[in-house]
């Protein structure tokens, strides 16, 4: 190419993306939106945001306020920084900000089914009917608090057969809130060496560890072009579609043994809907959204909690004095042979503060899940438009300096009173706020209990290494805070 013509050439382009940015710069000006950084195009502002993405965040709220906007690729999104911005958009604006917003690798395979990501009237029949048949199941014959107490059981023994040998409890953990949840789902539990089991659970696993891969990250921002590319995505898509089919294949099963005057499970009870809502062309209740909800179920009910659990132990070998006194507490209150039951909380304040403890620090999902503004609205001063995206930023009421002095450092003493007494926060919101809450908080705390009573009540923690080498930060971090791989011992009392 002749030298004037690669001029002419670069001189075009430099004019042409000085337009384009001018272009930018005024259709960004006019949208009307709360202040923040000025993202570039396509890209956004993602070169502001650090690999810790809740950290960043809270970072760009020193300098923008408690309501800003951040762009995610093309995508403006509004974050919620403090308990007083939470608060006055998800509780006091609830229905205006209780819309779910976009996560794009979940939306291209759930598509608006379920309860977790569904919307508008198909989301509240559907939590609605979840929530009611959670909350009575159980009436008559077992209830879910028995459920979890044998459950504990069988982990106890599991537990022991590692002959205090040190081992790494990923999967130990994961068994048995799964198998909760398998009680409530199916009506029957695993034994933790079946082989479709364990494959459910490491799909389960698997797939907290995709979600928080940079480039399952990058595809929530550019779906429209990673979707044709090979990566993590893919591999999460494939493990859904698993999930789906074991679900269904139960499903079917039970539909095919249905009595109306027996409902064993939340299979039976929504199979039961589906029967009174067959001559209704709009009802919401079907095949494909009982296997939806069955997978919010089967997977929320399951990695919350076991990573949680094991967050906390890997917290309890960290700090050895937490756990004599909760050995106390139990000493106490339940002996060293009764079954913990949930009663027992109210006389463990100690036991009960350090779960708290244990679920404020973890601050298992940062930036909760995205929500979507129902109608234009006005939140401290700001004009927020119809459809915007909303991340209510949990980590920074989790971890307020003023309600938790020292936030970054594990204390159960953020929840004691002076005398020793259990305290409550406002600000205790790690299963967030308002309508879109997560509806299986009761059981995710009895089951973290009940569980974690049980250990201690048989066994002593004890680390591979020096307690002061114990690294407690995230093994890995974004849609979900993940502890680093640790082995323990466990020591009969």
């Known amino acids: ?45 993602l070169l502001q945001l650090g690999h810790n993405l809740s950290m960043s965040l809270c970072k760009l709220s020193e300098k923008y306020g408690p309501v800003y906007t951040v762009y995610f690729g093309p ?25 779910r917003g976009h996560l794009p690798i ?9 309860i977790v990501f569904s919307h508008g009237e198909k989301w509240k029949q559907i939590r609605r009917f979840s929530l009611m048949t959670l909350r009575n199941f159980g009436m008559g014959k077992r209830s879910i608090e028995e459920r979890v107490q044998e459950e504990a059981q069988f982990l106890l023994e599991e537990l022991r057969k590692t002959n205090s040998q040190p081992f790494d409890p990923t999967f130990i953990l994961g068994c048995a809130p799964c198998n909760v949840i398998s009680s409530i789902l199916f009506h029957q539990r695993f034994n933790y060496d079946d082989e479709e089991f364990l494959s459910m659970l490491r799909i389960l696993n698997e797939n907290v560890t995709l979600l928080n891969t940079p480039m399952a990250q990058l595809y929530n921002n550019f779906p429209w072009f990673l979707h044709y590319f090979p990566g993590p995505h893919k591999n999460f898509f494939s493990n859904v579609k698993k999930l789906r089919e074991f679900i269904l294949k139960n499903a ?32 919401v209740f079907d095949l494909e959204n009982l296997a939806t909800a069955g997978m919010d179920l089967f997977d929320a009910g399951t990695e919350t909690t076991s990573t949680t659990l094991r967050y906390g132990l890997l917290l309890i070998l960290k700090y050895p004095e937490v756990q004599n006194k909760i050995h106390e507490e139990i000493d106490q209150v339940i002996g060293r042979h009764r079954i913990p039951s949930i009663k027992d909380k109210l006389e463990m304040p100690y036991t009960e503060a350090v779960l708290h403890e244990i679920l404020r620090f973890v601050d298992l999902v940062p930036f909760s899940l995205p929500h979507e503004v129902t109608h234009d609205t006005q939140l401290q001063q700001h004009f927020i438009p119809k459809g915007t995206t909303v991340y209510p930023l949990l980590s920074s009421v989790l971890y307020d300096a003023k309600e938790f002095p020292n936030p970054k450092e594990f204390d159960p003493r953020h929840f004691l009173n002076k005398d020793g007494s259990f305290k409550k926060s406002d ?38 290494i020096d307690s002061k080498e114990i690294d407690i930060k995230p093994g890995s971090t974004g849609l979900l805070n993940v502890p680093p791989k640790y082995q323990l011992c466990l020591l009969p009392r």
Not at 4 to 23: D, E, P, R
Not at 252 to 281: E, R, S
Not at 437 to 458: D, H, P, R, S, V
Request: hydrophobic letters at 40%; glycine letters at 8%; a positive charge.
């Open 106 to 114: 979940i939306d291209d395979i759930y598509r608006g089914q379920g």
């Open 252 to 283: 079917k099963k039970y539909q095919q043994t249905l009595d109306p005057n027996n409902l064993k499970n939340y299979i039976d009870c929504f199979l039961h809907k589906m029967q009174q809502d067959q001559k209704n062309p709009d009802s």
């Open 1 to 45: 190419m002749e030298p004037w013509a690669l001029t002419t050439f670069f001189l075009v382009v430099c004019v042409s993306f000085l337009v384009f940015l001018s272009l930018w710069r005024k259709d960004y000006k006019g949208r009307n939106l709360p202040p923040g950084p000025f993202p570039l195009p396509i890209i956004g502002n």
């Open 75 to 99: 995508q403006p999104v509004v974050v919620l920084h403090g308990y007083k911005a939470l608060k006055e958009a998800l509780t006091d604006q609830g229905d205006i900000f209780g819309e």
């Open 427 to 464: 600000y205790f919101v790690p299963f967030s706020i308002g309508k879109r809450a997560c509806l299986g908080e009761g059981l995710a705390k009895m089951e973290l209990f009940i569980f974690l009573a049980t250990i201690l009540q048989n066994f002593t923690l004890k680390s591979v």
